[in-house]
């Protein structure tokens, strides 16, 4: 009968505390998004279109994800892109955490429902998703939508403080949030040199984009039901898709940068 | 400066999870480099072996050739713990025989501790299980474990009853060992290795296993939180000799707890 710990046994004790070594990073991120905020109706479902959206108009690998327990939710928008995932039992979770972290080829877009926020930190904090994504190269970014809700900064902060490490930026939806600060709030709680603002779109176009089926990606497609949106509209619609679109570009840069930084150090 | 330790993980009932609690403590003294051998009293077959196959050999403790072989080279292992799973029904029997072979009043006056894991069932039995074994264990070291892993509810006692039987034990230190979901415990079972190895996602052969990383999140959460238990309750001073002569001043007593408890 052998008394010492062969080393094996010491490194799954090791593991305790972190379960793998880093692999070496690859190429360009495919990011894991979690667009988040314990309030309804601030806009996390269109932020995530758009987002899903930006990667499919790029033909780039995208999967969108609806935890979502009220509609319309990202799946009756982009369908064709989007599960429906249940974190509510063991074997959901399984298939659905698993999953995410499998490949770090395709980036993954979440659209978390107000309900389900605290269930999924939850988890996400108890199962290490955050960490083991990092460890293998994949970047997860928390866009947390901000309101003047006092609820939205205690959440903000709590996530702030239990994922430090993991970049979260404050997403201002100027319909919701116009003339909020960031600032003690909503402290930027990441390295990453960019931010995010949805300006506001006039009623019409807002009408439109909150008609199901809606697709930025038809706007230029003359054959689309969206053909009939009036020029003036269509050149709304399109000028706002292409300002998320630019700082879309800019996270993504800022992700280069930081896999740069993290390879050189 | 270290000294050996002898554990007794034991319940005169079955099914309460004396095996678990076995392996919990195992990979926590592994964890914290401390040379442990066990030993396994399902015999012939063996349950604790099946995890810890390295460090583990069964035996028949009512065998006096068996006892010899276990109780007569506590000291002079190269092994600090001794640690023996006790089987379902033989704990006051075991008791009984170390009292009658003189081993507990040894431990009296030898560097060596003796400590007893009592594994707690959800019925009223057991409360008398405690009384009973606890008069054999005034001079040990006796944790009262209520184990949660396997859903069980300690709610069916009527507190008051709970409260005077520990209140009869002062020197008992109660361990909570919370639950873990039955998918991820299923999933450590099926392995066949310790709850570590899985959470670092390796086969016996340190080859990488294919676990679920959601399952071994979990496994990890429940094994560093039943970690913090066994801190909570200094399971580490059983081996260090300078903390067992402070022990009898600043042990936790239960009592002394429930009042904490009362008063927070």
Not at chain 1, 78 to 96: A, C, E, K, W, Y
Not at chain 1, 230 to 235: I, N, Q
Not at chain 2, 222 to 242: G, H, I, M, Q, Y
């Amino acid at each position: 009968m052998g008394l010492s710990m062969n080393a094996t046994t010491v490194d799954c004790y090791d593991a305790l505390a972190a379960p793998n070594p880093a692999p070496p990073r690859r190429g360009v991120p495919a990011p894991i998004y979690v667009v988040c905020s314990p309030s309804r109706q601030v806009g996390k479902t269109m932020l995530a279109r758009l987002l899903t959206e930006h990667y499919l108009a790029d033909a780039r690998p995208v999967a969108g994800f609806d935890i979502a327990d009220e509609g319309p939710g990202l799946a009756d928008f982009l369908s064709h892109h989007v599960t429906i995932p249940n974190i509510q039992d063991m074997r959901g979770q399984v298939r659905f955490f698993d999953g995410l972290i499998e490949s770090g080829d395709v980036t993954k877009i979440i659209d978390l429902s107000h309900r389900e926020f605290a269930n999924f930190f939850t988890i996400v904090d108890k199962i290490g998703l955050f960490d083991e994504a990092r460890r293998r190269s994949i970047e997860p970014l928390i866009l947390f939508l901000i309101d003047p809700n006092p609820v939205s900064a205690k959440a903000y902060e709590i996530l702030r403080r239990r994922f430090n490490g993991t970049s979260m930026l404050p997403v201002r939806n100027l319909t919701v949030a116009r003339g909020l600060p960031y600032g003690a709030s909503f402290p930027h709680a990441s390295t990453l040199v960019a931010s995010l603002e949805l300006s506001v779109l006039g009623p019409a176009a807002r009408a439109i984009v909150e008609r199901e089926k809606f697709s930025f990606l038809d706007l230029s497609n003359q054959a689309s039901p969206q053909s009939n949106i009036p020029a003036r509209t269509r050149a709304e619609l399109d000028a706002w898709f292409r300002r998320a679109r630019f700082q879309f570009r800019e996270i993504e840069l800022s992700l280069i940068r930081e896999q740069i930084l993290t390879s050189l150090s | 400066m270290a000294k050996p330790a002898l554990i007794l993980v034991g319940a005169d009932k079955g099914g309460v999870g004396k095996t678990t609690v076995s392996r919990t403590l195992l990979d926590y003294f592994a964890s914290r480099k401390i040379p442990t051998r066990a030993f396994d009293t399902e015999c012939p077959k063996g349950t604790l072996k099946r995890f810890h196959p390295d460090i583990t050999d069964v035996v028949d403790v009512t065998s006096v050739p068996d006892q010899v072989k276990i109780f007569d080279t506590v000291e002079s292992s190269d092994a600090q713990v001794t640690l023996i799973d006790i089987r379902a029904g033989l704990m006051s029997s075991t008791l009984t025989a170390l009292r009658d072979i003189g081993f507990i009043e040894m431990t009296k006056r030898s560097q060596l501790t003796f400590a007893v894991f009592h594994i707690l069932g959800p019925s009223i039995a057991s409360l008398d299980e405690i009384a009973e074994t606890s008069k054999l264990l005034i001079d040990a070291r006796y944790f009262l474990v209520k184990n949660f892993i396997n859903n069980t509810s300690f709610f069916d006692w009527n507190e008051k009853t709970y409260s005077s039987y520990f209140n009869k034990i002062p020197h008992a230190v109660e361990v909570v060992v919370p639950k873990l979901n039955e998918m991820a415990y299923e999933q450590v079972e099926l392995s066949s290795g310790s709850f570590s190895a899985f959470i670092a996602d390796k086969k016996e052969s340190g080859e990488p296993a294919g676990y679920s990383f959601v399952l071994r999140g979990y496994v990890r959460h429940w094994l560093s939180n039943v970690f913090s238990e066994f801190d909570r309750v200094r399971v580490p001073d059983l081996v260090d000799a300078k903390e067992a002569a402070l022990r009898a001043r600043s042990a936790l007593k239960v009592a002394e707890l429930s009042q904490s408890s009362a008063n927070s």
